[in-house]
């Protein structure tokens, strides 16, 4: 199962964002449950590849953004600029991994 052609990974990747875009309507938690789904759906395609190494290190980055937010948050940090940034980080770091 593991190591399939790039339309069956594609094809799971987009399912997973799907059900989980569909259960963050309904909950309406966005915040950070796009960022978890974003992760999610990321991981799923990078361990349905067979390349296991890459998706512990973008576990391990998502678990330091999600330590690192939750620093945020507590110390007080305005929600207008944690939301965009992290979102421009992220994108960064998916960008970046995606050119490799």
Do not use: C, E, N, Q
Request: aromatic share 14%.
């Amino acid at each position: 199962m593991f190591g399939l052609r790039s339309s069956g990974r594609d094809g799971a990747s987009s399912g997973i964002f799907l059900i989980g875009f569909g259960l963050l309507y309904l909950t309406g938690w966005w915040w950070p449950g796009l960022l978890i789904l974003l992760a999610v759906t990321g991981l799923t395609d990078i361990i349905m590849s067979g390349h296991w190494k890459d998706a512990a290190k973008t576990a391990v980055a998502f678990v330091i953004a999600g330590g690192t937010l939750w620093a945020l948050v507590w110390t007080g940090i305005m929600w207008s600029i944690l939301i965009p940034g992290t979102l421009i980080v992220a994108g960064i770091f998916l960008a970046y991994r995606g050119l490799k």
